[in-house]
C-alpha cells in the first residue's frame, strides 16, 4: 500500500525556520524521485521542490530558491524540506509527493499545516 506520511508543520513567525519531515513506505520511495508542493487558500497546488533517486540533483521553485532546501535519507525512507526565512506568502499545506523528477507525480501524502505570521 502506498503511504507518504508529512509531519513537522506548524505556526512560525516569519523569519523563523521549519523542517518538514515525509515518511514513506519502501515501495514509495526506491527508485522514485520525492516531490514536495504546497496549496494555500483559495489557490491551486504549485510545486516548491524535488530531488531526484538517489539523490544529488534537485530543483526548486523561484519563490523558495534560496531559501527552501530539500534531502532525503534512502536508509530510513525520509525526505525533508528545510524551509528557512520563512515568509507569510509561504503559508499553506505542504505535501510530500513521489514520481519521476521531471514527469509525473504519482501518490500524495495528507498534508501538513504551515503558517507564517507576519
Known amino acids: 500500500q502506498v503511504q507518504l506520511v508529512e509531519s513537522g508543520g506548524g505556526l512560525v513567525q516569519a523569519g523563523g525556520s521549519l523542517r518538514l519531515s515525509c515518511a514513506a513506505s519502501?515501495?514509495?520511495?526506491?527508485?522514485?524521485?520525492m516531490h514536495w508542493f504546497r496549496q494555500a487558500p483559495g489557490k491551486e497546488r504549485e510545486f516548491v521542490a524535488a530531488?531526484?533517486?538517489?539523490?544529488?540533483?534537485?530543483k526548486y521553485s523561484n519563490s523558495v530558491k534560496g531559501r527552501f532546501t530539500i534531502s532525503r535519507d534512502n536508509a530510513k525512507n525520509m525526505v525533508y524540506l528545510q524551509m528557512n526565512s520563512l515568509k507569510p506568502e509561504d503559508t499553506a499545506v505542504y505535501y510530500c509527493?513521489?514520481?519521476?523528477?521531471?514527469?509525473?507525480?504519482?501518490?500524495w501524502g495528507q498534508g501538513t499545516q504551515v503558517t507564517v505570521s507576519s
Open positions: 519502501g515501495r514509495t520511495f526506491s527508485g522514485y524521485a
Open positions: 509527493a513521489n514520481g519521476e523528477y521531471s514527469g509525473p507525480v504519482y501518490s
Open positions: 530531488i531526484a533517486w538517489p539523490g544529488g540533483r534537485t
